[in-house]
């Protein structure tokens, strides 16, 4: 891969997101980088993304990877927006054939609406699960 080449290339997305700490473990990340691969590939018509997932948060690498996300660059250092040191990351790259491959449908399947609501409709019940389980649990009673 050459080095900047993702800033000259007009049909590729960076996707970039970030979890409160005590929002880990929720589905939000992969909900989340669900619908917006969803949405980069169908809506906008992009034909890649790209996304790098720092090396020691494995839950970020499997919900790339669960699209479909492969290893393109090894071994990034990332430099926080907030500042501190670098941090080391892989280079993700996804691909839109790759992806609409994978999807319910196949290529032909082309509304994003379409396939973030099983996305939604899954992530709505393990929330209700889980408020269910909080107004059982003792510390709640």
């Known amino acids: 891969m050459e080095p900047h080449a ?3 290339d007009p049909e590729l997305g960076i996707l970039g997101y970030s979890v409160v700490r005590h929002r880990w473990g929720s589905g939000f990340a992969g909900e989340g980088t ?22 020691a948060n ?9 699209l479909g996300f492969t290893i393109a660059e090894f071994g ?3 430099m926080p927006a907030y500042g501190g040191p670098p941090r080391l990351g ?10 609409l491959a ?5 290529s032909s399947q082309h509304d994003s609406r379409a396939l973030r609501e099983p ?5 709505e019940a393990t ?7 909080a107004q059982g649990s003792p510390a709640s009673q």
């Open 6 to 8: 993702w800033t000259t």
């Open 34 to 55: 669900a619908c917006a691969t969803a949405f980069a590939f169908c809506d906008v018509g992009l034909a890649r993304l790209r996304a790098t997932a720092l090396r």
């Open 58 to 66: 494995l839950a970020s690498r499997r919900a790339l990877e669960r």
């Open 76 to 78: 990034v250092e990332e």
């Open 90 to 99: 892989d280079v993700y790259m996804l691909e839109r054939p790759d992806w």
């Open 102 to 106: 994978t999807r319910p449908g196949g």
């Open 119 to 123: 996305i939604a409709q899954q992530h």
């Open 127 to 133: 929330l209700i699960g889980r408020a269910e389980e």
